[in-house]
């Protein structure tokens, strides 16, 4: 079967798209556990930026619309830690698919916006790369 051009551009363009990889934003203080983190997402294929706090994470989802899921650690330093940067995120990015990480704190139950996944650190990488494919998948 042939295509015009214009078809096959645009069926070339259709599939770039559905392979272009998923943008994971990571907030973590820790530098040893973020390097991991960006290390083992890469490895699965997702494009991951960093930042080591609340305030640089802003600033990232602020400049880069193609972000798709925030992960971040619940403590990190200055005044914007993990549950009020996931709140603030939540509300000015609803496209986001968000998971707050701790090996510390518990959040409340109520403690959570609506719709941000908790998991405990340390956590299976395999868990984790499939938690984040499955959020991608719901809240597209």
Do not use: Y
Not at 15 to 28: D, F, G
Not at 78 to 90: E, H, M, R, Y
């Amino acid at each position: 079967m042939e295509h015009s051009p214009a078809v096959g551009s645009r069926l070339a363009s259709v599939n770039c798209i559905a392979t272009a990889p998923v943008t994971v934003l990571i907030v973590e203080d820790d530098e040893i556990v973020r390097e991991l983190g960006v290390e083992l997402l890469s490895d699965a294929g997702f494009q991951v930026l960093e930042a080591s706090n609340g305030k640089e994470a802003l600033s990232l989802l602020e400049s880069n619309s193609k972000i798709g899921v925030l992960f971040t650690d619940i403590n990190m330093p200055g005044s914007l830690d993990g549950i009020t940067l996931a709140s603030i995120a939540a509300v000015k990015w609803p496209h986001l698919a968000i998971i707050i990480g701790s090996g510390n704190v518990l959040p409340r139950s109520d403690g959570l916006p609506s719709g941000i996944t908790f998991i405990r650190k340390p956590c299976d990488p395999e868990s984790v790369i499939q938690l984040i494919r499955e959020r991608m998948t719901t809240s597209a």
